[in-house]
């Protein structure tokens, strides 16, 4: 049984998440420009950020983490609260379990991603965060993910698994 398969088997049990930030990268090692809507290009990332014009087919267009994680990486970091930015994800959700989405597709809005692989910490996040970040982000880093189908996303938005 592939991870695929293994992890298909709870999407039904998921109640949906919803999108409450969008950040994009303009540049490598820029700060995040958040925004409340963007268009999710299918193959590249999202519209305005770097990712979307370095890779086409990438594994890592679009990096998602949710707000629950975030909490724990408050707490593990031993801070009272981080904002969004400083982690260098895209997108922020909350209500779902973010790992039950791995190698599964699931909609935004109007777009269709597929969670490719975890999104692991580096070492600047000890730079954004103070020494010991990224032990803190360990396990919660969020996810990887390309889109696959093109579409406009917003604060807001729903986040439901793709059957």
């Not at 087919?57 to 930015?85: C, W």
């Not at 490719?116 to 360990?138: E, F, I, K, W, Y």
Request: proline share 5%; net charge positive.
């Amino acid at each position: 049984m592939t991870q695929k398969q293994l992890f298909s088997r709870y999407l039904s049990d998921l109640k949906p998440g919803v999108l409450e930030w969008i950040g994009l990268r303009p540049g490598r090692k820029l700060e995040m420009v958040p925004v409340k809507s963007v268009e999710a290009l299918q193959g590249l990332g999202l519209e305005g950020d770097h990712r979307c014009s370095k890779a086409p087919g990438s594994a890592r267009q679009v990096t998602i983490i949710s707000a629950e994680f975030i909490r724990l990486i408050e707490i593990y970091a031993g801070h009272d609260s981080i904002d969004p930015g400083l982690l260098r994800r895209n997108l922020v959700v909350s209500g779902i379990n973010l790992n039950a989405l791995r190698h599964q597709q699931f909609r935004i809005g109007g777009a269709v991603f597929e969670a490719t692989a975890l999104c692991h910490p580096c070492s600047r996040m000890d730079q954004a965060l103070g020494p010991g970040g990224a032990a803190a982000m360990l396990g919660y880093g969020g996810l990887c993910a390309r889109v696959v189908g093109s579409g406009v996303i917003k604060i807001g938005d729903r986040l439901v698994p793709v059957y």
